[in-house]
T-cell receptor, first 113, second 115 residues
């Protein structure tokens, strides 16, 4: 089945550690996105990528980094510079940056312990 | 820039009763509008979208929404809800003439169905 796979589903991080969330899609989509979801705040865009080897900052990029070395993969690293990383992270993709339908993965919970 | 407001953070409804989830947007230009549903601990799934044409849009699971340009609204409705409709619902907007602009999401409405 085509879709977006995020892993791990649950991740615990000690303060000061970097962690990487995986996102893989087999939809042949050019555009990929990372959102952060906090209760009562909806979804906020962290980074997005229009095409391989290109990515742009979203609204809350500080403390995060991404790479887009392959079309199907868009991993997100939460660095120690992110002061409040505990949240639900959603990866998404669309056929292109102008595509009107965005497809989401199942999400990853990150908790700082 | 555009914005979207979901005034109701939580809506409790009895099973088989009708429901309306409100969404208002702000934009000085034409927009595309979307409703997404999120079941617990899952990603978002597209319910329906308005791009152009008929202002009444039908989506999955018996939901529909009506685009009202004069009131800048895109309220989501269902005539009879089921327990399985318990979820969080997000309204989203994007300006139609700005090709690479990203979606702006509302803060969500949690729909709880009471048996």
């Amino acid at each position: 089945d085509g879709g977006i796979t995020q892993s791990p589903k649950y991740l615990f991080r000690k303060e000061g550690q970097n962690v990487t969330l995986s996102c893989e899609q087999n939809l042949n989509h050019d555009a990929m996105y990372w959102y952060r979801q906090d209760p009562g705040q909806g979804l906020r865009l962290i980074y997005y990528s229009q095409i391989v080897n290109d990515f742009q900052k979203g609204d809350i990029a500080e403390g995060y980094s991404v790479s887009r070395e392959k079309k199907e993969s868009f991993p997100l690293t939460v660095t120690s510079a992110q002061k409040n990383p505990t949240a639900f992270y959603l990866c998404a993709s669309s056929i292109s940056i102008t595509g009107n339908t965005i497809y989401f993965g199942e999400g990853s919970w990150l908790t700082v312990v | 820039a555009q914005s979207v407001t979901q005034l109701d953070s939580q809506v409790p409804v009895f099973e088989e009763a009708p429901v309306e989830l409100r969404c208002n947007y702000s934009s000085s230009v034409s927009v595309y509008l979307f409703w997404y549903v999120q079941y617990p601990n899952q990603g978002l799934q597209l319910l329906l979208k308005y791009l152009s044409g008929s202002t009444l849009v039908k989506g999955i699971n018996g939901f529909e929404a009506e685009f009202n340009k004069s009131q800048t609204s895109f309220h989501l409705r269902k005539p009879s809800v089921h327990i399985s409709d318990t979820a969080e619902y997000f309204c989203a907007v994007r300006r139609s003439n700005f090709g690479n602009e990203k979606l702006t999401f509302g803060t969500g409405t949690r729909l709880t169905i009471i048996p």
